[in-house]
């Protein structure tokens, strides 16, 4: 709801209209409009076109600059036919009218506007405060109730209340809540109330909103109507009710049964939209590292950078020097560096020991469990080697390391103790033949764990990056979830953070541009293939079920060589470590409970 639209039209005053538009906190565009009868001469409406320029301009000024005018007033004979036109080039995600003022002044049934509206609409009724303490938004869960709760949602109520009608004994079999049902569970300031009663649903609304600033509610959904109309709820309301009123209606396409379950499912779009706008960071934010250690002194809290690493040798000392150089010398955000290996073949142990940085190599850690290969694991080991209350990890493999990676990550944790953690994204230009393409990484994430995400954890829907290797987490949290061993890890972190901890808990920062080495195609498809274990393993865990066989978790991979092709077999098994937490050799270090 990024930009809305309200008339402003010769003849009618539309103070609702307006304050509604205001209270959103959109920007607000005001098209001049004059109304000229069929049987009038469109030149003889000059003067009527000045009065609109100059009440648009004193508009502008009375909204502080909250609002904006288009420079050219339609008159028309036909104005609404003309506004829609406007409407496509201004692009608004919502117009505005005021009932019935503006369809008396554009000489528009309101069948015809619903219908038409290349956008969607609110037909709102006053008074509307621009501060709106309660607002009260009823709910069958068709379509428009997504709109409808965008709105109340908007409108930043101290109390917002969703209410749900049923006639006695129907809720069972109320589909379509169901999918805003369990969206509802994710807005922590939204009271859901559940009310069956035989009385008419406009009445009962009205005698439910005594006490409430506003009502916002959709318009009737049928999707075996042609003509659009209000219908009679939120007609009543709009006659009848003492408070403001605001009836709304998406252009979105109607379902083909209003009984059909997956009517509601569009709903998860609220809570990802909602989340995405209040989570979503960018890393200039934190540039301030005076005020992040403020921050962090203000907490108590210690923070631990973690950095795997396998053959680095070309990358992480530059990595080591810069973190050290920015967070702890300048600025002492960071009370630890930690090297974790894999083995490396090359140097970067050595050069890490050099720089005085603790190197352990992960796979002689706890040796009773075992040594597995993947940079799960070593995540999953760091926080046995670490002491931060906040933990970092970020690859060293990145070109142009910066502070930005490591503080943005920070920066969140610091600032809402809501969040548990933290994932970066960037963009990822791609090397091809010695050129770079901008923006051309992040395959295995596009074509692998988003579209994953999407169909079976859709909550999780608005990660730009799952796949990020720079993040980060509050230990209390990190220590309690099980960890994936090879290039499962960022998805299953991001899943049981999710179930754990809900969707509030998970923070993204922009750090904008990461260069680094791309990995050739093969090796993509066997990080594919973990990933795709990882998902359906938590798949499995949410339904009681198992889905894989041990057998399938060998991949195939295709090889062409002498002219003939052949199978290759690689064993690509993506295992699992139990929460920190549970081993008792962490217990004992940190000196927790059982």
Same mark, same amino acid.
């Given at each position: 709801?990024?930009?809305?639209?309200?008339?402003?039209?010769?003849?009618?005053?539309?103070?609702?209209?307006?304050?509604?538009?205001?209270?959103?906190?959109?920007?607000?565009?005001?098209?001049?409009?004059?109304?000229?009868?069929?049987?009038?001469?469109?030149?003889?409406?000059?003067?009527? =076109?000045?009065?609109?320029?100059?009440?648009?301009?004193?508009?502008?000024?009375?909204?502080?600059?909250?609002?904006?005018?288009?420079?050219?007033?339609?008159?028309?004979?036909?104005?609404?036919?003309?506004?829609?036109?406007?409407?496509?080039?201004?692009?608004?995600?919502?117009?505005? +009218?005021?009932?019935?003022?503006?369809?008396?002044?554009?000489?528009?049934?309101?069948?015809?506007?619903?219908?038409?509206?290349?956008?969607?609409?609110?037909?709102?009724?006053?008074?509307?405060?621009?501060?709106?303490?309660?607002?009260?938004?009823?709910?069958? /869960?068709?379509?428009?109730?997504?709109? =409808?709760?965008?709105?109340?949602?908007?409108?930043?109520? %101290?109390?917002?209340?969703?209410?749900?009608?049923?006639?006695?004994?129907?809720?069972?079999?109320?589909?379509?809540?169901?999918?805003?049902?369990?969206?509802?569970?994710?807005?922590?300031?939204?009271?859901?109330?559940?009310?069956?009663?035989?009385?008419?649903?406009?009445?009962?609304?009205?005698?439910?909103?005594?006490?409430?600033?506003?009502?916002?509610?959709?318009?009737?959904?049928? %999707?075996?109507? $042609?003509?659009?109309?209000?219908?009679?709820?939120?007609?009543?309301?709009?006659?009848?009710?003492?408070?403001?009123?605001?009836?709304?209606?998406?252009?979105?396409?109607?379902? =083909?049964?209003?009984?059909?379950?997956?009517?509601?499912?569009?709903?998860?779009?609220?809570?990802?939209?909602?989340?995405?706008?209040?989570?979503?960071?960018?890393?200039?934010?934190?540039?301030?590292?005076?005020?992040?250690?403020?921050?962090? $002194?203000?907490?108590?809290?210690?923070?631990?950078?973690?950095?795997?690493? +396998?053959?680095?040798?070309?990358?992480?000392?530059?990595?080591?020097?810069?973190?050290?150089?920015?967070?702890?010398?300048?600025?002492?955000?960071?009370?630890?560096?930690?090297?974790?290996?894999?083995?490396?073949?090359?140097?970067?142990?050595?050069?890490?020991?050099?720089? /005085?940085?603790?190197?352990?190599? $992960?796979?002689?850690?706890? %040796?009773?469990?075992?040594?597995?290969?993947?940079?799960?694991?070593?995540?999953?080991?760091?926080?046995?080697?670490?002491?931060?209350?906040?933990?970092?990890?970020?690859?060293?493999?990145?070109?142009?390391?910066?502070?930005?990676?490591?503080?943005?990550?920070?920066?969140?944790?610091?600032?809402?103790?809501?969040?548990?953690?933290?994932?970066?994204?960037?963009?990822?230009?791609?090397?091809?033949?010695?050129?770079?393409? =901008?923006?051309?990484?992040?395959?295995?994430?596009?074509?692998?764990?988003?579209?994953?995400?999407?169909?079976?954890?859709?909550?999780?829907?608005?990660?730009?990056?799952?796949?990020?290797?720079?993040?980060?987490?509050?230990?209390?949290?990190?220590?309690?979830?099980?960890?994936?061993?090879?290039?499962?890890?960022?998805?299953?972190?991001?899943?049981?953070?999710?179930?754990?901890?809900?969707?509030?808990?998970?923070?993204?920062?922009?750090?904008?541009?990461?260069?680094?080495?791309?990995?050739? +195609?093969?090796?993509?498809?066997?990080?594919?293939?973990?990933?795709?274990?990882?998902?359906?393993?938590?798949?499995?865990?949410?339904? /009681?079920?198992?889905?894989?066989?041990?057998?399938?978790?060998?991949?195939?991979?295709?090889?062409?060589?002498?002219?003939?092709?052949?199978?290759?077999?690689?064993?690509?098994?993506?295992?699992?470590? %139990?929460?920190?937490?549970?081993?008792?050799?962490?217990?004992?270090?940190?000196?927790?409970?059982?």
């Amino acid at each position: 709801m990024r930009r809305v639209v309200v008339p402003v039209v010769h003849g009618c005053a539309a103070p609702a209209a307006l304050d509604l538009a205001l209270a959103l906190g959109s920007e607000v565009v005001l098209i001049g409009v004059v109304r000229v009868g069929a049987d009038e001469i469109l030149s003889a409406a000059g003067t009527k =076109a000045r009065e609109v320029r100059k009440s648009l301009r004193e508009l502008v000024v009375e909204a502080s600059g909250r609002a904006r005018a288009r420079a050219r007033v339609l008159v028309s004979n036909a104005p609404w036919v003309e506004l829609q036109q406007s409407l496509r080039n201004v692009n608004p995600d919502l117009l505005i +009218l005021e009932w019935p003022d503006h369809f008396r002044a554009i000489g528009a049934e309101v069948e015809a506007v619903l219908g038409t509206s290349p956008c969607d609409i609110a037909i709102v009724r006053g008074p509307i405060p621009r501060t709106a303490h309660r607002v009260l938004v009823p709910v069958r /869960g068709g379509p428009h109730a997504e709109l =409808a709760l965008r709105v109340g949602l908007r409108l930043r109520p %101290p109390q917002l209340t969703v209410l749900h009608l049923t006639s006695p004994g129907a809720s069972e079999r109320d589909a379509p809540f169901r999918g805003l049902q369990h969206v509802l569970k994710g807005l922590p300031e939204v009271e859901l109330q559940s009310q069956a009663t035989e009385d008419p649903p406009a009445q009962t609304i009205l005698d439910t909103a005594r006490g409430y600033d506003v009502v916002v509610l959709g318009t009737t959904a049928r %999707p075996d109507d $042609h003509r659009p109309t209000l219908g009679v709820v939120a007609g009543r309301l709009l006659e009848a009710s003492p408070i403001g009123v605001v009836a709304v209606r998406t252009r979105r396409p109607l379902p =083909a049964s209003t009984t059909d379950e997956s009517a509601g499912a569009w709903a998860i779009s609220l809570l990802v939209d909602k989340w995405f706008a209040e989570n979503t960071y960018q890393a200039d934010e934190f540039s301030d590292l005076q005020h992040l250690l403020e921050l962090k $002194h203000r907490q108590g809290v210690t923070i631990s950078l973690a950095l795997p690493a +396998l053959n680095e040798q070309e990358t992480v000392a530059r990595v080591i020097r810069t973190a050290r150089r920015a967070l702890v010398e300048r600025v002492p955000l960071l009370d630890e560096i930690v090297l974790i290996d894999s083995e490396s073949t090359d140097r970067t142990r050595q050069i890490a020991e050099r720089l /005085g940085v603790p190197v352990h190599v $992960h796979q002689r850690l706890l %040796p009773q469990l075992g040594a597995r290969v993947g940079k799960g694991d070593a995540l999953w080991k760091s926080l046995m080697v670490t002491r931060g209350d906040l933990i970092v990890w970020i690859d060293t493999d990145i070109v142009n390391i910066h502070p930005r990676f490591i503080y943005g990550v920070i920066g969140p944790l610091l600032l809402d103790r809501r969040v548990q953690f933290v994932k970066g994204f960037y963009r990822r230009p791609l090397r091809v033949e010695g050129k770079v393409q =901008a923006g051309g990484g992040g395959r295995v994430t596009e074509l692998t764990a988003r579209p994953l995400l999407n169909l079976f954890f859709p909550e999780l829907s608005g990660i730009i990056q799952p796949l990020s290797g720079e993040y980060g987490g509050r230990r209390s949290a990190l220590e309690q979830v099980p960890f994936f061993s090879g290039y499962g890890v960022e998805a299953g972190l991001l899943i049981d953070v999710f179930e754990r901890f809900g969707l509030s808990a998970i923070a993204q920062v922009d750090l904008l541009e990461r260069i680094h080495h791309n990995q050739p +195609l093969e090796a993509l498809g066997r990080m594919s293939f973990a990933i795709i274990q990882a998902v359906i393993a938590r798949i499995e865990r949410r339904y /009681g079920g198992a889905i894989l066989e041990e057998v399938n978790k060998s991949m195939k991979l295709i090889r062409y060589q002498n002219g003939e092709y052949f199978l290759d077999v690689d064993e690509v098994i993506e295992g699992e470590r %139990p929460p920190m937490r549970s081993l008792p050799e962490y217990r004992t270090k940190f000196g927790l409970r059982s």
